[in-house]
């Protein structure tokens, strides 16, 4: 006891001195000092005195710091006082740049999730914006500062998917190019060209992205025909047909989405953002309202197709339903049928026609201007494609004249 005392009024400790030092505080002379604990932890302090005022700042933690380190970290900072800087507010700008300059493609890429949820559907939560970078590329650069990705890095990343797996390699490709321009936005070092440079290095894709398999129009009604079970399969995909929706507004419908014959579908469950309002009203053919009727008794929680165990049908019910029966189209599909229906039977402008599918068109001022969804139109497509469906001939027909 008594040497580790005379130790410390020498002014310095000895590495002795810090290991055996007991409970209190310790000083090692010219503002350090180190504050033992009684489990045998303990804490490097120094005081510096920065115009006029006593200022004390730690250093680190017995066991991160040794004792020379903490005398050398001592002389840097009392160095800076003696120039007249606060060495507090210095070490914590020296924290800043470094973290800023070591920004790793994992935090950027989250930070840029995080800010386009709002343009997402559901504001992301299934994932399906995010999924391609977590799965194909943080896990090989997401510890990489962002500033130090190039191209080779990214090709390296990409290379294992890039012609098998297509369409997902390019969804990767292009999530990673939105994050480079947002770390650029925070102004981040980044090479913004590295992904377009990447792609050069990874050559043309040899998978050719194909069409879902759609059902010829001529045979819709046929196929309709068949669908005469009161299930919550059959009486689904009736709807998904009458309506030209994709399948998951059809699987999450609620009751109280439909007022009269209009069903507004919510925005969330709609693949494209339409207009300032987003939701998207869909007028109900008198054959739809009566699948709807059908359906009311399967209701379980607001919800009109609810699944067996808990939540709604899956996504592959209603394929599953085709599959079985050996047909290579799929619910998707329909959408098809009925855009080449419009084209081949109808003479419904181009914009209304893609409005049937809820397709955007033209450019985001247009669109501004043009505060239409075309809804009167679109209720008398949607009952003439009912008729048809149901067996109605005389819509097989071109129409002739102006819509309404």
């Known amino acids: 006891m008594g040497d580790i005392l005379g130790d410390a009024i020498m002014g310095k400790l000895t590495a002795v001195a810090v290991k055996n030092a007991p409970p209190g505080k310790h000083e090692d002379g010219s503002g350090l000092r180190l504050v033992k604990r009684a489990d045998g932890a303990g804490q490097w302090v ?16 017995l066991k991160s710091v040794s004792l020379k380190e903490a005398r050398e970290l001592a002389a840097h900072f009392r160095g800076l006082a003696a120039k007249g800087t606060d060495p507090i507010r210095e070490r914590e700008h020296e924290r800043r740049e470094a973290a800023r300059n070591l920004h790793l493609l994992a935090d950027v890429s989250l930070d840029a999730f995080e800010s386009r949820k709002a343009e997402l559907k559901g504001d992301g939560k299934a994932g399906r914006w995010f999924s391609p970078l977590e799965l194909h590329v943080l896990p090989k650069l997401g510890r990489v500062p962002i500033a130090d990705i190039d191209q080779r890095d990214i090709r390296d990343a990409l290379a294992p998917i890039w012609h ?6 390019k969804k990767a490709a292009d999530r990673l190019n939105i994050v480079l321009n ?63 929706l994709r399948s998951r507004p059809i699987r999450f419908l609620r009751l109280d ?11 969330e469950n709609m693949k494209a953002r339409l207009g300032a309002a987003q939701n998207f009203p869909v007028p109900l053919s008198a054959e739809a309202l009566a699948v709807i009727e059908q359906a009311r008794p399967f209701e379980r929680n607001g919800f009109l197709f609810p699944s067996l165990r808990k939540g709604v049908i899956s996504d592959a019910t209603m394929a599953r339903l085709m599959e079985r029966r050996g047909m290579e189209a799929r619910p998707h599909g329909f959408r098809s049928s009925l855009r080449t229906w419009l084209a081949e039977t109808t003479d419904a402008p181009h914009e209304v026609a893609e409005a049937m599918l809820a397709h955007m068109t033209d450019n985001k001022v247009v669109r501004t201007y043009r505060q239409t969804d075309y809804l009167d139109r679109r209720r008398i497509l949607l009952e003439r494609w009912s008729d048809y469906v149901t067996g109605d001939p005389v819509n097989v027909l071109k129409f002739t004249g102006r819509m309404p």
Do not use: C, N
């Open 46 to 61: 120094l005081r510096v005195t920065i115009h006029g005022r006593r200022r004390e700042m730690g250093l680190g933690g």
């Open 164 to 169: 098998i797996k297509a369409a997902t390699a």
């Open 182 to 244: 947002h770390a650029a936005a925070l102004g981040l070092d980044v090479d913004l060209q590295a992904v377009a440079k990447a792609k050069a290095l990874l050559g043309r894709q040899r998978h050719t992205v194909k069409s879902i398999p759609s059902l010829p129009w001529q045979e819709v009604p046929d196929f309709y025909s068949t669908l005469d079970e009161a299930t919550v399969t059959h009486l689904a995909l009736r709807l998904l047909i009458l309506t030209g």
């Open 257 to 267: 989405e439909i007022d009269g014959d209009v069903w507004t579908v919510p925005a």
